[in-house]
């Protein structure tokens, strides 16, 4: 079992649609929780922090479920810049431990 | 601005020789790392850095080397002993060497092995 999955996708998705996004972690002592984002041949970029009240920063809406050991990330009123790779990435504590899922493909079409 | 740059963009490669890739950084960030991407896998550690001079050795350090003799600075050679070197590689920094600390990017090297 790798230890952090996410749904490949790809997601293709009109504008204005709400889609969301799963992840599943197995260590359960992990202890940070992050989506970034990335576009086609570039670096990832941090997307949000995830924290375990849930959180908000405008259309997207990050959720984590300890006993479950899930991470969710919701996308609303989707826009076409959008559409990018969202990875799920969890600390395990120290910089090192800090493990990526493959990531979710997003496309979002007029 | 700040931020961390690497070079090249994109380089190829004869099978058997040994290629650096740079990666300097103006963050005042203490630590480094550096990844490799391959299509439809997560990011995988290689190295990482806590401090100058001193390093260790990631999931995936088979075939690769790095010095950290200056702070900005945190080379990665790719060996001729590395079997599949065609990948993306992503160096990234962190403030403090702490799970809590994002990671920023640079915008990565492309090794493409002919």
């Known amino acids: 079992r790798k230890e952090v999955e996410q749904d490949p996708g790809p997601f293709n998705v009109p504008e204005g649609a709400t889609v969301a996004f799963n992840c599943t972690y197995s260590n359960s002592a992990s202890q940070s929780f992050f989506w970034y984002r990335q576009d086609c041949r570039k670096e990832p970029k941090l997307l949000m922090s995830?924290?375990?009240s849930g959180n908000e920063d405008g259309r997207f809406t990050a959720q984590l479920n300890r006993a479950s050991q899930y991470i969710s990330l919701l996308i609303r009123d989707s826009k076409l810049s959008d559409s990018a790779t969202y990875l799920c990435?969890?600390?395990?504590?120290?910089?090192?431990?800090?493990?990526f899922g493959a990531g979710t493909r997003l496309f979002v079409k007029a | 601005d700040g931020g961390i740059t690497q070079s090249p963009k994109y380089l190829f490669r004869k099978e058997g020789q040994n290629v650096t890739l740079s990666c300097e950084q103006n963050l005042n960030h203490d630590a480094m790392y550096w990844y490799r991407q391959d299509p439809g896998q997560g990011l995988r550690l290689i190295y990482y850095?806590?401090?100058?001079?001193?390093?260790q050795k990631g999931d995936i350090a088979e075939g690769y080397s790095v010095s950290r003799e200056k702070k900005e600075s945190f080379p990665l050679t790719v060996t001729s002993a590395q079997k599949n070197p065609t990948a993306f590689y992503l160096c990234a920094s962190t403030l403090v060497y702490s799970g809590a600390n994002v990671l920023t990017f640079g915008a990565g090297s492309r090794l493409t092995v002919l």
């Open positions: 850095s806590q401090i100058v001079n001193d390093f």
């Open positions: 990435v969890v600390n395990q504590g120290g910089g090192f431990k800090t493990i």
């Open positions: 995830v924290y375990s």
